[in-house]
């Protein structure tokens, strides 16, 4: 559906993994590759089949995990391939030892990192939208180094007025201060600011909540899941579709 043109805010608090960087989308088929390259210490297990256990016990983990898990993702990544493991074994199949839960996890952890890339626009959107006078926030959960480092390795320092990473804040989405700290940092209200994100919960449940307009970001193009009760203010596939049309 088009979109009508709308003025833009005065601030914008944009999440940064798979909103600005591809960081962890689609993870069944990061699985699928890792469990490939692992072919021969899984046989006979087929690799898809032990990549589907790990990923089905890794979204019923992380439906449930406390936030601090977030902070210690190489350590959930580990258990939850440990967990797949343990739901193959249980299910009559070939009992997979831990050493090599944890090479895999370690190895998923070490692809993830090496896949990451920036999403093709989104640098110049950032950069326009500044020029334009919009206060610009980056706010992401996880751990402080791991951010950090992603910050940096991307050349988003330089693109925000204000950086926000839960690991060094000790706060993180959902929670509610953490878009109120972002937006007083900005010197800015509920009003007048604009939330973009991929997380519905994170970034348009709690910010609306709040007054804040939410921006869901659905890269894929896949949709709300159906049924979904949460209805964002708008969905966009990329930073792009924020800047004014030129005429």
Same mark, same amino acid.
């Given at each position: 559906?088009?979109?009508?043109?709308?003025?833009?805010?005065?601030?914008?608090?944009?999440?940064?993994?798979?909103?600005?960087?591809?960081?962890?989308?689609?993870?069944?088929?990061?699985?699928?590759?890792? %469990?490939?390259?692992?072919?021969?210490?899984?046989?006979?297990?087929?690799?898809?089949? $032990?990549?589907?256990?790990?990923?089905?016990?890794?979204?019923?983990?992380?439906?449930?995990?406390?936030? %601090?898990?977030? /902070?210690?993702?190489?350590?959930?990544?580990? /258990?939850? $391939?440990?967990?797949?493991?343990?739901?193959?074994?249980?299910?009559?199949?070939?009992?997979?030892?831990?050493?090599?839960?944890?090479?895999?996890?370690?190895?998923?952890?070490?692809?993830?990192?090496?896949?990451?890339?920036?999403?093709?626009?989104?640098?110049?959107?950032?950069?326009?939208?500044?020029?334009?006078?919009?206060? /610009?926030?980056?706010?992401?959960?996880?751990?402080?180094?791991?951010?950090?480092?992603? $910050?940096?390795?991307?050349?988003?320092?330089?693109?925000?007025?204000?950086?926000?990473?839960?690991?060094?804040?000790?706060?993180?989405?959902?929670?509610?201060?953490?878009?109120?700290?972002?937006?007083?940092?900005?010197?800015?209200?509920?009003?007048?600011?604009?939330?973009?994100?991929?997380?519905?919960?994170?970034?348009?449940?709690?910010?609306?909540?709040?007054?804040?307009?939410?921006?869901?970001?659905?890269?894929?193009?896949?949709?709300?899941?159906?049924?979904?009760?949460?209805?964002?203010?708008?969905?966009?596939?990329?930073?792009?579709?924020?800047?004014?049309?030129?005429?």
């Amino acid at each position: 559906m088009a979109m009508t043109a709308m003025p833009l805010p005065h601030a914008m608090l944009i999440d940064m993994d798979d909103t600005i960087l591809s960081a962890y989308g689609r993870p069944e088929i990061a699985w699928n590759t890792i %469990a490939a390259e692992f072919a021969a210490e899984l046989a006979p297990l087929p690799p898809e089949q $032990v990549a589907a256990a790990v990923l089905t016990f890794a979204r019923n983990f992380w439906a449930n995990a406390e936030a %601090a898990w977030r /902070l210690k993702l190489g350590e959930a990544r580990r /258990l939850t $391939v440990k967990g797949g493991f343990a739901a193959l074994a249980a299910s009559g199949h070939r009992a997979l030892p831990d050493d090599l839960a944890v090479r895999l996890a370690d190895r998923f952890t070490t692809y993830r990192e090496e896949e990451m890339f920036v999403f093709p626009g989104a640098h110049e959107a950032i950069d326009r939208l500044k020029v334009l006078g919009v206060k /610009l926030a980056l706010v992401t959960n996880g751990a402080a180094d791991m951010q950090r480092a992603k $910050v940096e390795r991307f050349e988003l320092t330089h693109r925000f007025d204000h950086i926000q990473i839960e690991g060094e804040h000790g706060f993180g989405k959902p929670e509610e201060r953490a878009y109120l700290h972002a937006m007083d940092a900005l010197g800015v209200t509920a009003g007048d600011t604009w939330m973009i994100g991929d997380n519905l919960e994170w970034e348009v449940v709690t910010p609306q909540r709040l007054g804040i307009y939410a921006i869901w970001m659905d890269v894929h193009g896949e949709g709300l899941p159906a049924g979904s009760p949460i209805k964002p203010d708008r969905i966009i596939r990329s930073l792009t579709e924020l800047l004014p049309r030129t005429p």
